[in-house]
């Protein structure tokens, strides 16, 4: 295949890469439900995720600037096993199961306001827009409060974006985002199994989210949190990165008033102003100390005013 042939290819490749690879893990979890293997098949689901986003970062990356090394690997891996794996196993896999029957009977069914007698895909798409709403707050809370800031300023200290930085949070971001979308489902008396589906879906989209692979999107932009959406959020220009902090969604962004896409291009330079050690235990423990001890660590650090919004 002649290279004009190849780019019309991948041109017209990237407007369906979205939505197919997104459909086709959500079809390989949704056989795991069915023959009461969910566990199984959505790892298998999740590992295609990983090889096919890998590969396509390699042969259509959106930014090949980003290809290059940040020496992050190893932290990034690590974060994700101390956050987003550890909570995702947690709400996918009898944790949260365990947790409901202890914290309310609510969960039983005949208990709670939750429309049990719905299609299940009905009950699942409600539940993600019910526990988006906490998503989107604490997110949001995050950019605009200090103290929150200094947990959420590790997932966006990254210069490039690309899948292995999907998980890449602090422990405690990871638990004040996601437990309060959880725990709002269990008090309105959703069933496991949705709870575990909002878990599928978000392991899918964030995974997507933070791919490096040139995609076009169109009207999905208004539904969902593309890459498209969130390479804006993570601008260094806060008129720009102070946007879309929907989770899965969009619409709290819409209503809100936090929504934003542009005719012009993503910046390629992204990060924080603010230096942050590359170390993964020093990253651990940087929202707790002081400027003192980050000078310790970083005899070069100097405190960066915190701001809203330039």
Not at 278 to 291: A, D, E, K, S
Request: overall charge neutral; proline content about 6%.
């Amino acid at each position: 295949m002649d290279r004009r042939r190849m780019d019309r290819f991948k041109y017209a490749l990237s407007w369906v890469l979205w939505p197919l690879l997104f459909v086709i893990c959500m079809l390989i979890s949704g056989y795991g439900f069915a023959v009461g293997l969910p566990v199984i098949y959505f790892n298998i689901s999740y590992l295609f995720m990983i090889i096919m986003l890998w590969r396509l970062e390699i042969w259509m990356p959106h930014e090949r600037a980003w290809h290059n090394p940040d020496g992050q690997n190893i932290a990034s891996i690590l974060h994700t096993l101390s956050s987003k794996g550890t909570i995702q196993a947690l709400m996918i896999f009898s944790g949260v199961i365990g947790l409901a029957e202890y914290i309310t009977p609510m969960a039983l069914e005949g208990h709670g306001l939750w429309p049990r007698d719905w299609p299940l895909w009905a009950q699942v798409a409600l539940g993600v827009i019910v526990a988006e709403f906490p998503l989107y707050w604490g997110h949001r809370l995050a950019h605009e409060m200090s103290f929150l800031w200094r947990f959420h300023a590790i997932h966006h200290s990254v210069k490039k974006l690309w899948f292995l930085n999907t998980g890449r949070f602090h422990f405690v971001d990871s638990l004040k985002s996601i437990v309060p979308g959880l725990l709002l489902l269990v008090a309105l008396g959703a069933p496991m199994e949705v709870v575990q589906w909002l878990s599928v879906i978000t392991a899918f989209i964030g995974m997507l989210t933070h791919c490096n692979v040139e995609m076009r999107f169109g009207w999905l932009s208004y539904i969902f949190n593309t890459p498209g959406l969130h390479r804006w959020h993570h601008s260094k220009d806060l008129r720009e990165g102070n946007r879309n902090y929907g989770e899965n969604i969009m619409l709290w962004d819409i209503i809100f008033g936090s929504y934003y896409d542009a005719d012009y291009r993503p910046p390629a330079d992204i990060g924080i102003k603010e230096a942050m050690p590359p170390r993964f235990v020093h990253q651990l423990l940087w929202p707790f100390v002081g400027t003192k001890i980050r000078q310790r660590i970083l005899p070069d650090y100097e405190p960066v005013a915190f701001m809203r919004e330039e």
